[in-house]
């Protein structure tokens, strides 16, 4: 790469994309001076690591900072200056006013390239009593210190958080692992709201197996504070619930105070716009993280998304074109995240099935269940897959995955299928590593993939989870012992084995639904009946394992 010479490069905000960005943009160009102002006391920090060292399970607080100002200095060459914050951009004149946060003085630097790295601050709800002592966000080392600093000094017994998303998931696991009792308080009706119902469904009964309290389709309402401590939460529901401390994890917003008093472009869902190289509307100024929209490599609109492998991957970018002129543009990403819940692991890559219509995208779902390796190789556990396709182009548009073991794997195969836009029939014939301990000839990607093909052939048409059945013929091919364990009402029951020969006991012209407990029963009894002249069959997807989920007020639910 050719260097720029004589150049200041200034990069506001030294986490996650302000970190990679400097660093990037010292390796592509050894001639230019290179500054990070960080408002904050640490920069290069874990941020996702922080509920873990309030938990326990990481127990060295070092461990979380993964690079200290003086390794920069040192090694980079870059000047850090912590606990100043930038309160004006002129782009006319490339400066930046910056505030010494310690001394309370302003000074001016001038700049060539500047790389906005805002980040995005925890939403803190206006109400009565949250600025109490023991409530608290969780967005640095300093909130972190402060939780765990009050959690041990004051002998919390119980906590209330609030937000059932990733962050809040992961602080009710590590506050029950200290033994402190918890309550989960989540507007929406679910948990883990990006995933469809019946994934965070599965959740949920995790969360309630290891006795937290859920208080799902409510919001907090207030705090009664006592001599400066929040002692009760008052949800909209009236309820009320007795508390040590209150953790909030409702969300974050964009910080683009900066970029808009700058007049840089702000895009449709309000954070920074920029393009694919990361320069906003002023093309001396960059921006990465989690106040910028990127295009989503699914939907391909811009949008906001806020996690940390984006924001990282921004900054290289942001920092090589920054110190060079140029650099590869940044790959559209799919919204891939995943976050574990006591025993269960939740992960998703592109769109959800209620997210895909919420945008209006033609879609269809499939959902399998099977062994995350080889049933007869000690250890298997089930694993749910939801891969949603677009109909028309069979191009895969997202997966959810949940179960207790070979997640992380799934996910990373879809995103990455995703990115080539790749379609089931590109996923049914992936070559997947293979051996018993590992995974299974046919992988749990591999089943969801056959099954949507089987739905797009019209080989078996599927009928989705959460459908209404009350107008279909509904024909359960379990055995009497798994029908007894869990009814389906108004379903007749013959067994797989006694269909061929009870057949005539249906009404071939009905539409009819066949139903096993995970799918692959109801596949083999569509197959029968469609062969002997039946006008529509289809079968559930998921079988009653998921309608358990997805229907949980209609049936008696199982176990994972």
């Not at 980079?76 to 505030?99: Q, S």
């Not at 705090?223 to 508390?243: C, K, Q, Y």
């Not at 006694?498 to 109801?522: K, S």
């Amino acid at each position: 790469m050719s260097e720029v010479p004589s150049t200041t490069i200034v990069v506001i905000g030294g986490v996650a994309g302000g970190a990679s960005a400097a660093a990037r943009a010292r390796r592509c160009n050894e001639s230019a001076r290179i500054i990070i102002y960080e408002r904050d006391e640490h920069i290069s920090f874990a941020n996702c690591g922080l509920p873990y060292y309030i938990g326990g399970e990481i127990e060295e607080r070092d461990k979380l900072l993964v690079a200290k100002p003086q390794l920069f200095r040192d090694r980079f060459n870059i000047e850090v200056h912590t606990r100043h914050e930038v309160t004006a951009i002129d782009p006319d004149g490339k400066t930046v006013t910056v505030k010494a946060l310690d001394s309370q003085t302003e000074t001016v630097q001038k700049w060539d390239r500047l790389i906005l790295t805002p980040g995005a601050a925890p939403i803190v709800p206006p109400i009565d009593g949250v600025d109490s002592e023991n409530v608290f966000v969780l967005r640095n080392l300093s909130d972190t210190d402060r939780i765990k600093s009050y959690s041990q000094r004051e002998d919390v017994r119980s906590a209330v958080v609030v937000g059932a998303g990733f962050i809040g998931l992961e602080m009710i696991e590590q506050l029950h692992h200290l033994g402190i009792g918890t309550d989960l308080v989540e507007l929406q009706p679910q948990v883990l709201p990006p995933l469809d119902p019946e994934m965070a469904h599965v959740v949920a009964e995790e969360l309630l197996a290891h006795g937290v309290h859920l208080h799902l389709g409510d919001g907090i309402a207030g705090l009664t504070a006592d001599s400066g401590r929040a002692t009760v939460v008052t949800l909209n529901s009236g309820a009320s619930i007795e508390t040590d401390m209150v953790i909030l994890g409702i969300g974050v917003r964009p910080n683009i105070e900066l970029a808009k008093s700058a007049g840089l472009e702000l895009g449709p869902t309000g954070g920074i716009a920029v393009n694919d190289v990361l320069q906003t509307s002023h093309p001396d100024i960059y921006a990465a993280g989690d106040a910028v929209e990127y295009q989503h490599g699914v939907l391909d609109q811009p949008m906001r998304i806020p996690l940390a492998g984006p924001a990282n991957r921004a900054g290289r970018i942001a920092g090589t074109h920054a110190a060079s002129g140029k650099s590869d543009p940044m790959i559209p990403p799919m919204g891939t995240a995943i976050v574990r819940v006591f025993g269960v692991t939740a992960g998703l890559t592109g769109l959800s099935k209620k997210f895909a219509d919420r945008m209006e995208v033609t879609n269809r779902s499939v959902i399998v269940a099977p062994k995350h390796h080889a049933g007869y190789y000690p250890g298997a556990e089930t694993i749910i897959v939801k891969l949603t396709y677009e109909p028309d182009t069979e191009r895969v548009l997202g997966a959810q995955v949940v179960g207790r073991a070979g997640i992380d794997k799934r996910v990373d195969v879809v995103a990455t299928a995703l990115h080539f836009q790749a379609t089931v029939r590109d996923l049914a014939g992936l070559d997947l590593a293979y051996a018993p301990p590992f995974g299974a000839a046919k992988d749990p990607i591999h089943m969801a993939a056959f099954t949507a093909c089987n739905d797009l052939d019209g080989f078996t048409t599927i009928t989705e989870t959460d459908a209404d059945l009350s107008e279909s013929q509904i024909v359960d091919v379990r055995s009497p012992e798994e029908v007894a364990r869990m009814r389906l009402p108004g379903a007749t029951h013959i067994p797989l084995h006694d269909l061929r020969n009870r057949a005539g006991e249906l009404d071939a012209a009905r539409p009819t639904v066949t139903v096993c407990h995970i799918g692959q029963r109801a596949h083999i009894a569509a197959r029968i009946l469609m062969q002997r002249g039946f006008n529509s069959v289809s079968s559930l997807t998921g079988g009653m394992f998921m309608r358990q989920h997805s229907t949980p007020d209609e049936v008696s639910r199982g176990s994972l």
